[in-house]
């Protein structure tokens, strides 16, 4: 089953304009991840948060992490049309026998108008 | 370096036919992973391979779903008797799977369409 719940599930900006991503879960987790996967086919990664940090930057991304409500938002600044793409929050499960297999949202399909 | 690899890029089968999907990590990770990711949907993790510990296996859907690694490498997902509800994507990754390395890398995935 999935832990993640992204929301919104789709969002359209003008190219320039910021975009913001949220990701809620349902248990207590060693880190949080954000991907983005172009095209339906191979992930890549983004940015990694540890349950005891509350902010990160990178670049054009910076990604907070609030673990009393369970939740995490991506934030892209000046986003491009290259940004356009789907992204997913992943949460690495905290508790005796994780192997770090990582627990997937749904996702959210950004679309960057030029 | 090279990233992760899988094989074949796309896959058609018809129903009840066995499948095998395989997957080459990035070389020096000990760390594999199997995702499927149906259409519009998130990924679902299928089963972990960590260095010689017992696989992981609590995410495969039913007993038609095996997965080997050969030699600490290579992966190979089985899919016995194929059912159309088994098409999606299957995503591999692999990992250090050291602490500030638990970044997971991707292959591109097999696109497995079964008639």
């Known amino acids: 089953s999935q832990q993640g719940e992204e929301d919104p599930q789709a969002l359209s900006i003008q190219e320039g304009e910021n975009a913001t991503m949220n990701c809620s879960y349902k248990?207590?987790?060693?880190?949080l991840q954000w991907y983005r996967q172009n095209s339906g086919r191979g992930l890549v990664h983004l940015i990694l948060?540890?349950?005891?940090?509350r902010e990160k930057h990178s670049g054009r991304l910076r990604v907070t992490l609030d673990t009393s409500k369970k939740s995490s938002s991506l934030l892209i600044t000046a986003s491009r049309a290259a940004d356009t793409a789907s992204y997913f929050c992943?949460?690495?499960?905290?508790?005796?026998?994780?192997?770090?297999?990582?627990?997937f949202g749904q996702g959210t399909t950004l679309q960057v108008k030029p | 370096g090279a990233g992760v690899s899988q094989s074949p890029s796309n896959k058609v089968t018809e129903k009840g036919k066995d499948v095998e999907l395989r997957c080459d990590p990035i070389s020096g990770h000990t760390a594999l992973y199997w995702y499927r990711q149906s259409l519009g949907q998130g990924l679902e993790f299928l089963i972990y391979f960590q260095g010689n510990s017992a696989p992981d296996k609590s995410g495969l859907p039913s007993d038609r779903f095996s997965a080997e690694r050969t030699g600490g490498s290579v992966s190979t997902l089985t899919i016995q008797r194929t059912q159309q509800e088994d098409s999606a994507v299957y995503l591999c990754a692999s990992s250090s799977h050291q602490r500030g390395r638990e970044t997971q890398y991707f292959g591109p995935g097999t696109r497995l369409l079964v008639l």
């Open positions: 248990t207590s987790i060693n880190n």
């Open positions: 948060i540890r349950s005891n940090e």
């Open positions: 992943a949460t690495a499960p905290r508790g005796s026998g994780n192997t770090g297999k990582l627990i």
